[in-house]
């Protein structure tokens, strides 16, 4: 079946809520749209909103990207060759995930919808469902409970806590869930690069008594040799996010278990293919799996829900993303239930176009 069509372009969606992490504060979002279009008239959809101050792309790039000549090649193209179109993507785009995942989550879901087969099929499907976290920014301990208190409400059992600026103001945080929920909630943290080797150890020290399930990139990027000074149990709660790009940083940081846990984005690595190939690798060096996003479409969240259940070693979600959009281009992906996110079997990522 061939390619008739391509086409690219960007919405700026504001979030229901603006959020703050140790480094920036977000009100809104840009995201790139592709359309992939078959002959037969079905449409793949993928996206490309990527965190510039992680990967250095911007969504104006990715739209510039997609609006190329280079992707227009793919008209003519059999879509059952779907996988070198994104290898030879990967090659022409190397160092751009954004753009790389949106050409990868156009062509997966337009070869699912032509075979008639879920993505997380089309892998083999090891997972049905689990709970996701949902992301509480940087806030003062009053807004901090608050927000827990409207979750809790909403059924969600995970909270995931933005922290960095003050290792002080973090503990009281998380003491404050704690005293207030039981053990209600787990909590999992997110220092976003927040912390030096000594913050890190005063803030593990101070929270080992309650139920932390991981914490994530608490060095900045460059400095994950201090976290050899952990012991190897401390380091396998601990979560590479910014330091995890590729499968070449996955295995560079296998080889002396540095982190216990890899946190893999669709928006960082640049698509399932690369994702796939992480999760591999983690699972050869006994590595489990959280999949975590940015402000992304349910095309993307969708994705990244379908990659992760065909992943043995997949154990945490973080894929709360879309939640906060004011709007989105598509519906149905996927359900969540009790905070368990159950995917739509339907072919290809089983979202519909709104």
Not at 18 to 45: C, H, K, M, Q, R
Not at 149 to 171: N, S
Not at 191 to 218: D, H, M, R, V
Request: aromatic share 10%.
């Amino acid at each position: 079946m061939k390619i008739v069509a391509v086409r690219a372009f960007i919405q700026h969606m504001a979030l229901t809520k603006p959020y703050v992490i140790a480094y920036n504060t977000f009100t809104d979002v840009s995201i790139a749209f592709l359309e992939v279009e078959l002959a037969n008239g079905i449409i793949g959809y993928g996206t490309g909103s990527p965190a510039e101050e992680v990967v250095g792309e911007t969504t104006n790039t990715t739209l510039a990207n997609l609006e190329s000549d280079y992707v227009q090649t793919f008209v003519g193209k059999d879509i059952r060759h779907f996988q070198q179109l994104i290898f030879d993507a990967s090659v022409r785009f190397s160092n751009l995930p954004g753009t790389l995942a949106a050409i990868d989550i156009a062509l997966h879901d337009a070869f699912g919808k032509w075979m008639g087969i879920s993505i997380a099929q089309f892998y083999g499907q090891k997972i049905q469902s689990l709970p996701t976290s949902v992301t509480i920014g940087i806030k003062n301990v009053e807004e901090t409970i608050q927000d827990a208190i409207e979750y809790k409400k909403l059924g969600f059992t995970i909270l995931k806590v933005k922290t960095g600026i003050d290792v002080k103001e973090d503990i009281e945080r998380i003491s404050a869930i704690n005293k207030t929920f039981g053990n209600y909630f787990s909590i999992r943290v997110d220092a976003n690069q927040g912390y030096s080797i000594n913050e890190l150890e005063t803030f593990i020290q101070s929270t080992k008594n309650w139920k932390l399930e991981l914490i994530e990139q608490p060095l900045k990027v460059g400095t994950e040799k201090e976290l050899q000074k952990l012991d190897e149990s401390t380091r396998k709660i601990l979560c590479g996010d910014e330091s995890l790009k590729n499968p070449i940083s996955a295995l560079q940081f296998a080889a002396n278990q540095t982190f216990g846990i890899y946190n893999i984005k669709l928006m960082k690595c640049g698509g399932l293919i690369s994702a796939k190939e992480i999760a591999t690798i983690a699972n050869n060096g006994k590595i489990d799996l959280f999949w975590g996003c940015n402000d992304e479409s349910i095309i993307s969240i969708t994705a990244a829900l379908h990659i992760a259940y065909s992943c043995p070693n997949t154990k945490y979600l973080d894929l709360d993303g879309s939640l906060d959009l004011a709007e989105d281009i598509v519906q149905d992906g996927f359900i969540i239930e009790n905070g368990h996110m159950k995917i739509n079997p339907q072919p290809g990522f089983g979202f519909n176009k709104i």
